[in-house]
């Protein structure tokens, strides 16, 4: 899969998501990869519910999981 286009939606200060198409260049390990162009660095990548989103979408990241919030669903 090197040099392979993938998008990610990215979650912006105004709590909206905006589609990012990004390069990636090889998979590490376990679905991980090495992303190429693209991305800064800087930007919070959202991983859950990615095929239910939409361009400006406005939404409210969860909370980390804990142990008095398993799963971080409170």
Known sequence: NDGENASVWVFNSDSTLTKKTITIDKN??????????????????????????????????????????VGGLL
Do not use: F, M, R
């Open 28 to 69: 590490i390990k376990d679905g991980e990869v090495v992303v190429t162009e693209g991305l800064n660095g800087e930007e919070k990548i959202v991983k859950t519910g990615v095929n239910h989103l939409q361009e400006g979408l406005k939404v409210q990241p969860i909370a980390n999981s804990s142990k008095t919030n």
